[in-house]
């Protein structure tokens, strides 16, 4: 009697035991990430690849009521701009923002975030103050930069003007515009970066440190030669994303200078913002694009250039 309620009992254990279907688990994954997939591809996918489509063609606004007026132009938009007077001008202006603005960004943060490490005290308090801008307004901020920076009544020329310097029209010049809006760019951005490298920092094995200061290391070379290194992924991400932001540059010279002096503030993001507004959607398609390569192509660079060695 105890065999046969036994066989029954294992039978059903067994059948609780099975695994579950994989054919049945990926069927549930797909209905539950279905909302997903479809506004994915409905409202991010979908525009990509039409726009990358648009930059072919000769598209401009006053085609949205007779789409089939469209032509395929091949690569003419691009041959274009390489050729327009213009876009190199603006693509100049990216590549200084990028030059200037990444390098300043991260030394400051790296010098901030270096300096709240060795605090036991009160670090919470500093690191929230210097993170306050990124969480503001862009336009907020750009706003108050711009009355900063004025030539006449701005806090910079008067505080300059107290130790007898006359300062210059900073927003309204060729040779300064660009700066100015690179200093407050890294003034703003650089307390995302500043958390990031606290972080990081917290990971450098204080074995190694302590060991370098016993053999007599200096500061300089406990930071240069152990510090750093360790730090590669961390300033890596940093770079990447940094550099992003600087090729993307637009809010900052739209609100402060909208592109000028002569154009000597106006972005590629900018540009392409300009043509969109002009109804070149075709052009402004293929300006974007050039934009995306370069995005890739900085990151494949920084990639090989701070990517941890083996």
């Not at 072919?56 to 938009?77: E, I, K, W």
């Not at 917290?202 to 152990?226: C, K, L, N, Y």
């Amino acid at each position: 009697m105890s065999a046969v309620t036994q066989g029954p009992a294992r039978m059903r254990g067994s059948r609780q035991a099975r695994p579950p279907d994989r054919r049945g688990q990926a069927v549930a994954g797909w209905i539950l990430a279905s909302p997903f997939v479809v506004l994915f591809l409905v409202f991010t996918a979908g525009p990509v690849l039409a726009s990358l489509g648009m930059s072919f063609t000769d598209m401009r606004s006053t085609d949205l009521r007779s789409p089939f007026a469209v032509q395929f132009v091949g690569l003419d938009n691009y041959v274009d701009l390489v050729q327009d007077p213009l876009f190199r001008k603006v693509t100049l202006n990216t590549l200084l923002y990028l030059v200037l603005g990444v390098p300043l960004t991260m030394a400051l943060a790296l010098a901030v975030a270096v300096g709240l490490n060795g605090l036991s005290r009160s670090r919470g308090f500093f690191r929230v103050g210097f993170y306050l801008p990124v969480v503001t307004s862009i336009v907020a901020v750009s706003v108050v930069w711009k009355y900063i920076l004025r030539d006449e009544g701005g806090l910079v020329n008067a505080a300059l003007g107290w130790v007898g310097i006359d300062g210059p029209a900073w927003l309204d010049s060729t040779t300064t515009a660009l700066p100015s809006l690179v200093v407050m760019a890294a003034w703003r951005n650089f307390g995302t970066l500043m958390v990031i490298f606290l972080a990081g920092l917290q990971t450098v094995p204080r074995e190694q440190v302590e060991a370098a200061e016993v053999d007599g290391a200096s500061g300089w070379s406990r930071f240069r030669f152990i510090t750093l290194p360790a730090l590669r992924p961390v300033l890596l991400f940093g770079a990447v994303i940094t550099g992003i932001g600087y090729l993307q540059f637009f809010e900052e010279a739209f609100v402060m200078t909208k592109g000028g002096p002569l154009d000597s503030t106006r972005s590629v993001t900018f540009f392409t913002f300009d043509q969109f507004g002009y109804g070149n959607y075709g052009y402004a398609a293929a300006a974007s694009y050039l934009l995306f390569l370069a995005i890739v192509l900085l990151t494949f660079f920084q990639f090989r250039l701070l990517r941890t060695k083996d």
